[in-house]
């Protein structure tokens, strides 16, 4: 008698994108992960993809999160989904699971920032960009504010942090990258963005490490980890700071992996 093949049982994969992008920049990952039966949503934040807002219009982080938010509303209240968070997605997952720690299984933040109650997200940004002036072509980065800012990043470091994925990917990403908002740190910004061991706290997560990230590297990385340890680290070889670019079958397999633990 023949062995039946058992489905895979479905899981609902919400994937974040980073600074400039939009939910655009998962279609690799996101076919993947349908392929095997799971359901995908792949986001827009304010000012992004091809949400209508532009960057000058959003005047805090709480607006620029809220499509994040208020899917996660709207959600049932008894379905959990997996969050995925690429790059600076980490601080919007992160808002998500101090609101609604109860509707998500496990939180994955792919070379994404991760702060917590130990680690404000506006250090965690301060320390980031002061990072990112260091890189070749970064000098000034930490200097700029708001959309300018932004198109300095892209019109410098476009390539830099893309180098280890195709030229068709790059090109993809120079025509869809948008200015993004950068928020100034200070009161409202850190209320929006304040984490709790009882709420954030008891959602698992999981850090991705890229090895080749030129931009978020491998000591920035790990600085974060050993600050809050997340309940798993995993680490995708080949991969640059676009990992859904360069290695999305690995990211795939990895998150893959990781919902069969976790969910």
Same mark, same amino acid.
């Given at each position: 008698?023949?062995k039946r093949e058992?489905?895979?049982e479905e ?5 974040v994108h980073?600074a ?5 920049c998962w279609?690799k990952?996101?076919t993947?992960l349908?392929s095997?039966?799971?359901?995908v ?9 091809i ?6 219009e ?21 379905e959990r ?6 790059s600076?997605g980490?601080g ?5 699971m ?5 509707k998500?299984?496990?939180a994955?933040?792919a070379?994404?920032l ?11 940004v301060e320390?980031f960009t002061?990072a990112l002036?260091k890189?070749?072509n ?6 700029k504010?708001?959309t300018?800012a ?6 410098r470091?476009g390539?830099?942090? &893309?180098q280890l994925s #195709?030229?068709?990917?790059?090109a993809l990403?120079?025509?869809?990258m948008r200015a +993004?908002p950068?928020? *100034?740190h200070?009161?409202?910004?850190e209320?929006?963005?304040?984490f ?8 698992a997560r ?6 080749q990230?030129?931009v978020?590297n491998?000591d920035?990385q790990?600085?974060m980890?050993d600050l ?6 995993n &680490?995708i070889?080949g #991969?640059?700071?676009s990992?859904?670019?360069s290695?999305p079958?690995?990211?795939? +397999?990895?998150?893959? *992996? ?6």
């Open positions: 008698m023949e058992e489905k895979e899981r609902h994969f919400v994937l980073g400039m992008h939009g939910g655009w279609y990952v996101a993947l349908r095997v039966g799971h359901k949503t792949a986001l827009d934040m304010a000012a992004s993809g949400n209508p807002k532009q960057a000058s959003v005047c805090s982080y709480g607006e620029y999160v809220e499509p994040l938010i208020e899917f996660m509303k709207a959600l049932p209240w008894n989904v997996i969050l995925v968070a690429h600076a980490g919007c997952i992160s808002v998500a101090e609101q609604f720690p109860q998500i299984s496990v994955v933040f070379v994404a991760m702060p917590g109650p130990k680690l404000s997200f506006a250090a965690l320390e002061q002036s890189v070749p970064g000098e000034g980065l930490e200097k504010t708001a300018v932004a198109v300095a990043w892209h019109d470091l390539s830099y942090y &893309k #195709s030229p068709e990917d790059i990403s120079n025509s869809l +993004s950068i928020f *100034n200070d009161e409202v910004f209320k929006q963005t304040t709790t061991e009882e709420k954030f706290g008891k959602v999981v850090f991705i490490m890229s090895d990230d030129r978020m491998e920035f790990k600085w980890v809050h340890p997340p309940n798993e680290v &680490k070889d #991969s640059d700071h990992l859904m670019f290695t079958i690995k990211l795939f +397999s990895c998150l893959q *992996n990781i919902s069969n633990k976790y969910y």
